[in-house]
């Protein structure tokens, strides 16, 4: 399988919230991030959460982490349709390895 | 510029003809890193520039990619007699530090026909 998971799409109504969920593979991973891409746009870092944490909170946005089950989500409360997005989870620091590791991206399509 | 600069931001090029694609770092980020991204896929790693150090290139799909940086400023990714497999948009990115935070380019897209 691939080393970082997301299912590929998730749909929500504006004003919910959404939960965007990960998995991976490797318990050496020392960095998990979020990014998201507008259409025809590169990539911009949401948030990152090292893995001593359980939980990061920033504004809107929710991280949690749990490590046993190499399990991370991204929660966004009060969802707008400016958050309509591909969204990524990345890990980084896996065996002493630097470069950053994507999944697929998650495509949230938030409807009126 | 502010951000991560690349050009061209749309090549379309015939079967077996090589392209070039340039990265223009944000000033003073030590790495730099292409990812390709194919149609509804996600990125795939390519090559990796740290400093002065030998680059990572375990990413490169064939011998047809390759890539060079000059010091700690432009990348150049070179593909060779392209085929179609090769349509893309390939993305740059830099950082300045070893956490992993990347700033992204807007990507150039390729289209082989």
């Known amino acids: 399988g691939e080393d970082v998971e997301q299912s590929l799409f998730l749909s929500v109504r504006e004003g919910d919230s959404s939960v965007i969920n990960c998995t991976y593979t490797d318990s050496s991973s020392t960095y998990l991030y979020w990014y998201k891409q507008e259409p025809g746009a590169g990539l911009q870092l949401l948030t990152y959460i090292f893995s001593n944490m359980d939980m990061k909170q920033d504004q809107r946005l929710t991280v949690l982490l749990n490590k046993k089950d190499k399990h991370l989500s991204l929660r966004i409360a009060d969802t707008q349709t400016g958050d309509s997005a591909i969204y990524f989870c990345?890990?980084?620091?896996?065996?002493?390895?630097?470069?950053?590791?994507f999944g697929r991206g998650t495509s949230l399509i938030v409807h009126p | 510029g502010a951000g991560v600069s690349q050009s061209p931001s749309n090549k379309v090029t015939e079967k077996g003809k090589d392209v070039e694609l340039r990265c223009d770092p944000i000033s003073g980020h030590t790495a730099l890193y292409w990812y390709r991204q194919r149609l509804g896929q996600g990125l795939e790693f390519l090559i990796y520039f740290q400093g002065n150090s030998a680059p990572d290139k375990s990413g490169l799909p064939s011998d047809r990619f390759s890539a060079e940086r000059t010091g700690e400023s432009v990348s150049t990714l070179t593909i060779q007699r392209t085929q179609q497999e090769d349509s893309a948009v390939y993305l740059c990115a830099s950082s300045q530090d070893l956490r992993g935070e990347l700033f992204f380019g807007e990507g150039s897209r390729l289209t082989v026909l």
């Open positions: 990345a890990e980084s620091m896996k065996g002493g390895s630097y470069i950053p590791t």
